[in-house]
């Protein structure tokens, strides 16, 4: 059976920095790119970053670039994502995501599946 949790959100002040993680359980993220996504309130849901299953390819949308850092360890069967100066548009519920997926290549576009309840991340201003 597949589990899929993330953590680590929580109340931060703009500037400030949080670390969320997502433990998965029920198969193995070798063979898997993975991805965290965002979903604030009344919007659609963004891709926010995504590694490829041999962590060569990185994707990140323009408006976190240079703050917020995904890594992942696959002994772990974890993914992270480090999220520094935050801002106030950084509020949203965080999800990790996966998808079988090639060496060496990841996109945001693909159609990832997610199954956690995801993470609250609110950031005041």
């Known amino acids: 059976q597949v589990q899929v949790t993330e953590s680590g959100g929580g109340l931060e002040q703009a500037g400030g920095s949080l670390r969320l993680s997502c433990t998965i359980s029920?198969?193995?993220?070798?063979?898997?790119?993975m991805a965290w996504f965002r979903q604030a309130p009344g919007k659609e849901r963004e891709g926010v970053t995504c590694?490829?299953?041999?962590?060569?390819?990185?994707v990140y949308v323009d408006s976190v670039k240079g703050r917020f850092t995904i890594s992942r360890d696959n002994a772990k069967n974890a993914l992270y994502l480090q999220m520094n100066s935050l801002k106030p548009e950084d509020t949203a519920v965080y999800f990790c995501?996966?998808?079988?997926?090639?060496?060496?290549?990841?996109?945001?576009?693909?159609?990832?599946?997610?199954w956690g309840q995801g993470t609250q991340v609110t950031v005041s201003s």
């Open positions: 590694m490829s299953r041999d962590g060569v390819s990185i």
């Open positions: 029920g198969f193995s993220i070798d063979d898997y790119s």
């Open positions: 995501a996966f998808i079988r997926g090639p060496i060496g290549l990841c996109s945001l576009a693909w159609s990832y599946r997610s």
